[in-house]
């Protein structure tokens, strides 16, 4: 099973996707360990509530085994599954309908570790900006916000977030641009120190 799991995680997704489909679990939990991190964070942020985020990501990943024998290698992996949590998203939404907000503003039901810094200054002014980003993101229409999360959070391209969308690559520049200045906007701006360079 190590051997397995160590030849696993040398290939790349879509060979892992292949192999799963002629049954090789371990090519499954090697896809599985790469990407749950990276798809919690986009699912989290995108829906706000930590419960319906796990809901959401079982739901992701029940589809990709669930129709692991229609995967076909025609994009990046990482565009067939944020294409699918995007899918997955829409359908929480449609099923919460007007409720999608059930958390505290600027509070995404995540426990954050304390800041490493030891600071207790820095500490709160790291969760004060957390919070204030959380609130900005959750104020942006949510074309805007599943642009910047793809972006940010997933690091897919413009090309892969126009396939995951199904929009255009400007659509999705512009859906980026926007979202950028409206969270500038919503951000605080750090303070000057009073201390001077010279």
């Known amino acids: 099973m190590a051997y397995a799991l160590g030849m696993a995680a040398e290939l790349n997704d879509t060979a892992l996707m292949l192999r799963y489909q002629d049954g090789d679990m371990a090519a499954f939990e090697t896809l599985y360990n790469r990407h749950r991190g990276p ?10 509530n930590q419960q319906f985020a796990e809901d959401v990501f079982q739901e992701v990943w029940s589809r990709i085994i669930r129709n692991s024998k229609k995967y076909r290698p025609t994009a ?3 565009t067939y599954i944020y294409h699918i949590a995007r899918n997955c998203s829409v359908d929480h939404y449609r099923r919460m ?3 999608r907000n059930m958390v505290a503003e ?4 995540t426990q954050e570790p304390i800041a490493k810094t030891g600071n207790p200054v820095t ?7 957390r ?4 609130a900005a993101l959750n104020e942006l229409p949510v074309e805007q916000r599943e642009a910047f999360l793809l972006k ?7 090309d892969e977030i126009a396939t995951v969308t199904s929009v255009s690559r400007e659509t999705v520049k512009s859906r980026l ?5 409206k969270l500038r906007q919503c951000l605080p701006q750090p303070e000057a120190t009073g201390v001077e360079d010279g």
Do not use: H
Request: glycine content about 10%.
């Open 39 to 48: 798809l919690f964070r986009f699912l989290l942020r995108q829906i706000g």
């Open 76 to 78: 990046k992996f990482t």
């Open 97 to 99: 309908s007007k409720q």
């Open 106 to 109: 600027g509070d995404d039901g």
């Open 123 to 129: 500490a709160a002014s790291n969760r004060d900006t």
């Open 131 to 134: 919070k204030a980003l959380s």
């Open 152 to 158: 940010e959070e997933s690091g897919l391209s413009l």
């Open 177 to 181: 641009r926007y979202a950028l200045s």
